[in-house]
């Protein structure tokens, strides 16, 4: 498996030390061990796993700033956080998640490999109370890019940047001026790219004012009344 890793992420331009490969290595075998008991992901093939898990959130990392502080809401196993914080120990990973069950497991790998500066918060996001405070929010999900903007931009500081990690069916979330506006968010850009034949998008959406202290709203109300 080691070896898998290094070539993948080698040839995008991803390189890392002989540690931090030993970092998916462990929390490959972690994931899948506790896969068994609880549900993190329906990805458990070892190069799918490689592939679809561990390339496909840490290929951004370019993206990102030198000793960020990033904010990864609905982390679930760990996801894009995790695979982040292997190729760019730099980053400052704070990981947000609903299920306690889930926080478990992410605070057994933070602990299981004494990752520094990383830290798992069992919260819902509308109670979650740091906001402006983070330079990035990551959020790989699959709700619709419009309730993304509501959960994500009132925990940037204005001059931050929200990173969407989708699928390259994309055109038609991208009419989303009305939630820019209100929230005061701004398209920076739109990446496609393609890994091992899997279309993918980042949506880069960079906060330029501050919003209102009421969002994100409650009740479920970014993704039953989106903006």
């Not at 830290?119 to 993304?148: G, M, P, W």
């Not at 890994?195 to 998008?201: M, Q, W």
């Amino acid at each position: 498996m080691e070896e898998k890793i290094k070539i993948i992420l080698k040839k995008y331009n991803i390189n890392i030390n002989n540690t931090n490969i030993n970092y998916f290595i462990i929390f490959f075998n972690e994931l899948i061990e506790y896969n068994k008991h609880i549900n993190l992901t329906s990805i458990v093939e070892e190069n799918e796993v490689i592939v679809k898990h561990f390339l496909d959130s840490a290929f951004p990392h370019f993206l990102i700033e030198q000793n960020a502080k990033v904010l990864d809401i609905g982390a679930g196993a760990g996801f894009p956080s995790l695979p982040l914080k292997f190729v760019r120990d730099d980053l400052k990973i704070t990981m947000l998640d609903s299920l306690n069950k889930r926080v478990i497991f992410l605070d057994h790998i933070i602990k299981l490999l004494n990752l520094k500066n990383t830290n798992a918060v069992h919260s819902r996001i509308e109670e979650y109370k740091q906001k402006e405070k983070f330079d990035y929010v990551v959020v790989r999900a699959v709700a619709s890019l419009s309730t993304l903007i509501e959960y994500a931009l009132p925990f940037l500081m204005v001059g931050g940047f929200f990173l969407a990690y989708k699928s390259s069916n994309v055109e038609q979330e991208i009419n989303i001026e009305n939630a820019l506006k209100i929230l005061g968010g701004k398209i920076e850009k739109v990446l496609n790219y393609d890994i091992e034949g899997n279309k993918r998008t980042i949506i880069v959406i960079k906060k330029i004012k501050a919003c209102n202290n009421m969002f994100p709203r409650g009740k479920n109300l970014p993704k039953l009344k989106p903006l």
